[in-house]
């Protein structure tokens, strides 16, 4: 099992950025899907996630409108768009997957992290 994050970067505040991840080695169309961050010193939060088949998403309250979450299933791959991105928002972001409910009950797999960096 695999969860590979991609897309994070250095941005200026009020930018953009499109983080990704491709999963392998599990049926990605059969997982609830999630994002997770963790600020230095922070504990791990959630950020947003994205049903199996409904597609229905929930965020944060600190990303709503800001943030989006979706899913391709033909490629594997869910994603984050980021945009009107915040000082508060640098972290280390993190892709999580659960079988049976929502990733904010539990998480079966981990990716490993992708650094978003916002310069003020």
């Known amino acids: 099992v695999q969860l590979q994050a991609s897309g994070g970067g250095l941005v200026q505040t009020g930018g953009s950025l499109r983080l990704s991840c491709a999963a392998s080695?599990?049926?990605?169309?059969?997982?609830?899907m999630g994002w997770f961050r963790q600020a230095p010193g922070k504990a791990r939060e959630f950020v947003g996630s994205?049903?199996?088949?409904?597609?229905?998403?929930n965020y944060a309250d600190s990303v709503k409108g800001r943030f989006t979450i979706s899913r391709d299933n033909a490629k594997n791959t869910l994603y984050l768009q980021m945009d009107s991105l915040k000082p508060e928002d640098t972290a280390v972001y993190y892709c999580?997957?659960?079988?049976?409910?929502?990733?904010?009950?539990?998480?079966?797999?981990w990716g490993q992290g992708t650094q978003v960096t916002v310069s003020s």
């Open positions: 999580a997957a659960n079988r049976a409910a929502t990733v904010t009950s539990s998480v079966d797999y």
């Open positions: 080695g599990f049926t990605f169309s059969s997982y609830y």
């Open positions: 994205i049903s199996v088949f409904t597609r229905n998403t």
